[in-house]
Every structure is written in C-alpha cells, then in structure tokens.
C-alpha cells in the first residue's frame, strides 16, 4: 500500500511544503520550476520526501564548497576573517543609491567573494525598496533577503565611505557615510553579526572616527577594536550625538581654496591710472557733444 501523502508518510504536496518551509506557496512553486529542491512527481503533481528536503535545508546552512570546516558561531567569528584589508573602499565614487550598491557589489566580485554580482545587486536593491537599512547617525548595513551558497563564494563585508554623504532613507532624514555590504551567506552568520557592527557604532564618537581617518589601516584597526570590545562584552561610553568628525573634507577643501584665492589675488590697479581714464572719457564726451550744434 502506497505511502498516504502528508507529514506522517513524509511525502509533502506544494501546500504542505510552504508550510513546512514557512514560505508562500508562489515562491516553493518557483524554487521548485528552477530545480533548486529536491522533488519528485507523482500522477503529473509534485510531491516531495520529507527526507530529502531536510538535507536541502541542512546543504543551505552549511555548504560543502565552505572554506570553514563548519559554519562558525556569528558571535565568535573574528571580523578580520570577514574584513580583510582589500575589504575597504575609504573614498566611494558613488553618489547614488544604486551606484554605491553597484560599487561595493563589484568590489567583492574583483576579490572572488561573489560569483554572480547581477544577482547579488539586484537582492539588495529588492531588500532596500521594502525599507531602507540606513539607520541614524549615518551608517547603513546593506543586505539580502535571500541567500544562496551558490552564488556568495564565502561570507564577507565590504565597508565602504562616502566623504560628502549619500541620500539613503535615513529615519533622521540625513545623509549616510558609512556603508556595511553584508554577504554573510549563512543566517547563523548574518544576524550575529549584523547586531556585533550595530553595537559597535552605537557610539557617534566612533562613526566620527571612521569618517575622518584617512588610511584605510586605521579603518579597519578601528573597526577591529570596537568589535572586540562589543565581544568581550564592554559597553562603549557614549558621547554627544552633536560629536562631529575632526576632519571634514568639505571645510578642509574650502580653506585650500581661499588660501589659493589669496595668494593669485591680483593687486588692484593705481587710483591715479583710474582717475586720468575716468578724465579723458568725460573730456571726449564734452567735445562730441560740443561738436553736435556745429555740425547743423
């Protein structure tokens, strides 16, 4: 006697397995047309073994092309091992959304680190039209909904800086700097750290210190620090949210000019010289219009 269809004879119908997966029955329909799940079809309906799609779920947690031996705990991975040096961008290009999604997305597809950038941008985009991930105090975790081992090689953050800020959706209505790609790839990663950054630039005083280092090193030396800190359980003091960053590059650019203003500032030409041309225009005029009776 056939297995009845359903939990107990662990052969689920379409309806079963969205429940089961806690997605809408649409997106199973399209997973499943894309033969990304396991699945077999009995009298022209797919039906799908229970078995089976329990290592699916498991093969989407820890992939066998992982360069870790397991997936890491999110709350003990050290951020060096997702932040190399060749992570940071201190002076983006971009000066629009999508421009800085396209450009930290291509910074990790030249490292290795994303195999189909296309995809990759287009998922955050999707995630960025639901609500903006740019939070007060202008800083932003830019990520996706969906992940997929495939197509992110291995887990990583791209930081990326603006000096005169972007345009993001931020709830205070201001502009973002700071700009934190998330392709953790694993949700064991994705929220630990995602809450480890937030702790850790919880402190104006900090992202004030991000905005104004010039070294791309002492970036990623800052960063470094206070993530250990948020690890080993210490509360950062915080300052005045008033606290702005030393170094402003807008101000810096507005001294330079009106130094460079000053010094090819020509001198003014002699009073005298003004005076004598002044003279002899209204000398000429006389004579033209003493000329103008005589003429008649």
Avoid: C
């Avoid at 969205?18 to 396991?38: C, F, M, N, Q």
């Avoid at 000066?95 to 950038?117: C, F, H, M, Q």
């Avoid at 210490?234 to 960053?245: C, D, G």
């Amino acid at each position: 006697m056939p297995k009845k269809p359903g939990l107990d004879g662990q052969l689920l119908t379409m309806q079963e397995l969205a429940v089961y997966l806690h997605l809408d029955e649409a997106t199973v329909s399209k997973l499943v047309a894309s033969g990304k799940i396991p699945s077999i079809q009995v009298e022209r309906q797919w039906r799908f073994k229970r078995q089976a799609i329990d290592q699916w779920i498991t093969d989407q947690l820890v992939g066998d092309d992982e360069s870790f031996t397991d997936v890491p705990d999110g709350m003990k991975l050290p951020l060096e091992d997702l932040l190399p040096d060749q992570a940071l961008i201190t002076n983006l290009r971009s000066n629009a959304p999508i421009s800085v999604i396209e450009e930290l997305a291509a910074r990790a597809y030249t490292n290795g680190w994303l195999s189909d950038k296309p995809w990759f941008v287009g998922a955050v985009v999707e995630r960025e039209s639901l609500a903006s991930t740019a939070m007060d105090g202008g800083v932003a975790f830019l990520h996706t909904r969906a992940k997929d081992k495939g197509k992110i090689a291995r887990p990583f953050i791209i930081v990326g800086r603006s000096w005169k800020g972007i345009e993001f959706g931020a709830p205070d209505g201001k502009p973002t700097f700071l700009f934190f790609l998330l392709g953790l790839k694993y949700d064991r990663l994705h929220l630990p750290i995602l809450g480890r950054l937030a702790r850790a630039l919880r402190n104006p005083a900090t992202i004030a210190k991000l905005r104004s280092l010039q070294s791309p090193d002492q970036v990623r030396a800052l960063l470094l620090k206070e993530d250990a800190q948020v690890r080993a359980g210490i509360v950062p003091e915080i300052q005045a949210a008033a606290f702005q960053p030393t170094l402003d590059r807008t101000l810096r650019l507005r001294a330079i000019r009106r130094l460079q203003a000053a010094k090819s500032k020509p001198d003014p030409p002699p009073p005298k010289k003004s005076r004598a041309k002044s003279a002899a225009a209204k000398a000429k005029s006389a004579a033209k219009a003493a000329a103008k009776p005589a003429a008649k």
